[in-house]
C-alpha cells in the first residue's frame, strides 16, 4: 500500500474523479482534503495489488464502494455521452474504436474531443488515445479510438 504523498506526487495532486486540483497541506479529515482510493472496477487476482489514485475525501466517500462515475465537463455541447469509466476498460481491454458522443457541430465535436483526450492523458495515462469526429445525419459522432 502506497502513501498519501507517493499517490499524490503520481497522480500530480489531482483528484481522479472529479479532475480538480487536491491540497495536499490541507487535513484529510476536510471534505477538500487528500483521501486515497483503492480502484476496484473488478476483483483483483489473488496476490495483484489493487490500483490506487488520489481523490477530494468528499469525493471519494461519495463514490463509496460502488463503480465511479467519471462526470463529462459541463461546458461541453454532447449529446448522448458514454460513461468514461467503462469506455475506458473497455478500450484498455480490446483497444479498437468506439462512438463516445453526439454533437450539433463540428465546432463543439473537436472542443469535446480536446477535452476528452486531456482528461484521459491524467485518468487512464496508460491508455493513448485520438479522436475522430465522422459527420452524418446532421450531427458529429465524436469516436475514441486507442493509438
Not at 487528500?34 to 496476490?47: F, L
Not at 462526470?71 to 460513461?83: K, M
Amino acid at each position: 500500500m502506497s502513501t498519501l504523498q507517493e499517490v499524490g506526487d503520481r497522480d500530480g495532486w489531482r483528484c481522479w474523479l472529479c479532475d480538480e486540483p487536491v491540497d495536499p497541506d490541507m487535513s484529510v479529515n476536510d471534505p477538500r482534503g487528500p483521501s486515497v482510493d483503492a480502484v476496484t472496477s473488478a476483483k483483483p487476482k489473488k496476490g495483484a495489488a489493487v490500483p490506487e489514485r488520489l481523490a477530494h475525501r468528499a469525493c471519494n466517500t461519495r463514490k463509496g464502494a460502488v463503480k465511479a462515475v467519471v462526470p463529462w465537463s459541463p461546458d461541453l455541447f454532447v449529446l448522448d455521452p458514454a460513461p468514461i469509466v467503462e469506455t475506458v476498460e473497455r478500450l484498455s481491454r480490446k483497444g479498437g474504436r468506439e462512438v463516445v458522443a453526439r454533437c450539433p457541430s463540428r465546432d463543439d465535436a473537436e472542443r469535446a474531443g480536446d477535452w476528452l483526450v486531456d482528461r484521459l492523458s491524467r485518468f487512464a495515462p496508460d491508455l493513448p488515445v485520438r479522436t475522430e469526429i465522422k459527420p452524418g445525419g446532421g450531427q458529429h459522432l465524436l469516436v475514441l479510438t486507442t493509438a
